[in-house]
């Protein structure tokens, strides 16, 4: 199961490679591998089994909630009572947080010269 961010970027990358093979096979055939490399690299990280701490890093969420979730079946525990494992492709994701976002760290001087320039400024 990939994500659709994924699953857009492989549908492209195919239908590069596509509209390519007529022009340059090579570049075609790039496409294509590189599509199949993703599609099975995605697929295989889905499969991984992560212990709490492992999948908490790699969510964003507590490992108390993951656990949470293991203990009310929402997410399957493959491990041991007591030391579950969790599927990577089993687990919710977080959404980034605006600081992940945001391009560039915050400015406290770049935004004190924008205040300053824009009070001087004419009305």
Known sequence: ????????????WREKAAGLAGYSDA????????ADDLDRELRHSAGELLNLSEAARRTGYSPDHIARLV??????????EGHPKVRLGDLPR???TLAARRAKPYDLDADARTL????KAPK
């Open 71 to 80: 203990r009310r079946g929402v997410v399957p525990n493959y491990g041991a």
């Open 1 to 12: 199961m990939t994500s659709p961010p994924f699953d857009r970027l492989l549908a492209g």
């Open 116 to 119: 300053v320039a824009a009070r």
């Open 94 to 96: 977080k959404a980034p």
């Open 27 to 34: 570049a075609a055939k790039a496409f294509a591998e590189a």
